[in-house]
């Protein structure tokens, strides 16, 4: 009954009925049917202990409205045009600056929507004028945008440390290197483009550069910079260094969101309510899909699937990295048809447990979650980084291309995910160094 729950969800999943409705109503169904009407007074016990009462789980709306308000205040415009007029006069310059743009809006604001439509809207048609080859662009925009998802603050990490019970101020430590490690292999991807065909990546006109350097040139470098990074330091610092756990930092950068906007006087009743009304819808499909995962966990628990996968897996004889390197590619796969809201809610409160339990670390195996998950916004058909990219692409621009452009990016997602499963010191490291320096503080 375990793996036909299971079987049905997914099945129903793929025939598109909507993801949070679909886990609670078959769970419910499956639930009372089998352990009889007694399950429903149990539900509302789980969903209240495991959410309503999670501390943790305030940071998601807090971190949401950070991101809206910084999409709405200009403030991501105007780093993306000034970062790409400083790399212009270097083959694949804008498509670097790009990518600098991504990861320091990662650090900002987490929410990959956001950032693909800014860097689609404004980037794309400037590439194409350039010169730049379409696949090389639509690939460099797209993955760029889903940095945001192993950059901290990222809501898949709150989630994911949420669901493993692993502290979320960890899991944003652990993230960095490897996030790090990423970047790099971006930026290293388009200096060989440029090395081995300069024609995709041309440099940007000589007379367009001289018009920007100009008298005005340092303060317009710091006007763009100097709002992201106060507020990057501002979010990040105050959690590495042990000042606020994530979900006041969370509120810190809320805050701080707001008052940048207030300062380029953008800060009107429109604008905050657009951004509120984008948060609450966000904020709601994140807790609808909980409350529905919360619900189908239970259900699934109380037939005994967790303890029937256990023995299938004790049976196969793959031991912990066989069964590690299963789930990576079971969630490698699972992100081509559905969202990493439902894999983290889904899969990943069945199989953590056992991990656990054969003596994988906890928060290793939440940053290689993370790090797989951030497949799923660039895999075909369902990756949500080409719908958004697509919606805001002029109309030469194709799906096809969109597809083949991010298929170098998906390669050097899964040569980062494998660096991290082979060096395990790269996640944990960072961590160990800044809670031994925490407590010797204190």
Known sequence: MAFLLF?????????????AFTLGGVAVLFGAATMGLDFLRLLPLRIWGGIMSNYVLIAVPLFVFMGVMLEKSGIAEELLETMALLFGRLRGGLAISIIA?????AASTGIVGATVVTMGLLSLPTMIKRGYKPEISTGTIAASGTLGQIIPPSIVLVLLGSVMNVPVGDMFVAAVIPGGILLSLYFAWIVVVAMVRPEWVPAMPATELAAFRGPNLARQVLRAFLAPLALMLAVLGSIFAGIASPTEAAAVGAFGAGALTLMRRKLTFKTLTAVMIETTHLTSMVFIIL????????????LGGDRQLAQLISQAQLGPHGFLLAVMLVVFVAGFFIDFIE?????????????????IDPLWLGILLAMNLQTSFLTPPFGFALFYLKGVAPPSITTVQIYRGIIPFIIIQIIALAI???????????????????????
């Open 291 to 302: 409350a529905g995962a919360t619900a189908f966990a239970l259900v699934f628990r109380g």
């Open 420 to 442: 991290v499963i082979c060096c395990p010191e790269t996640a944990l490291w960072l961590p160990d160094v800044v809670g031994n320096s925490t407590a010797a503080n204190k």
């Open 7 to 19: 079987f049905t969800l997914f099945l129903l999943l793929l025939l598109g009925f909507p993801v």
């Open 101 to 105: 743009v991504g990861a320091l809006l």
């Open 343 to 359: 894999i983290i809610f889904i899969i990943v409160p069945v199989v953590s447990p056992i991990l656990h339990e054969m003596g």
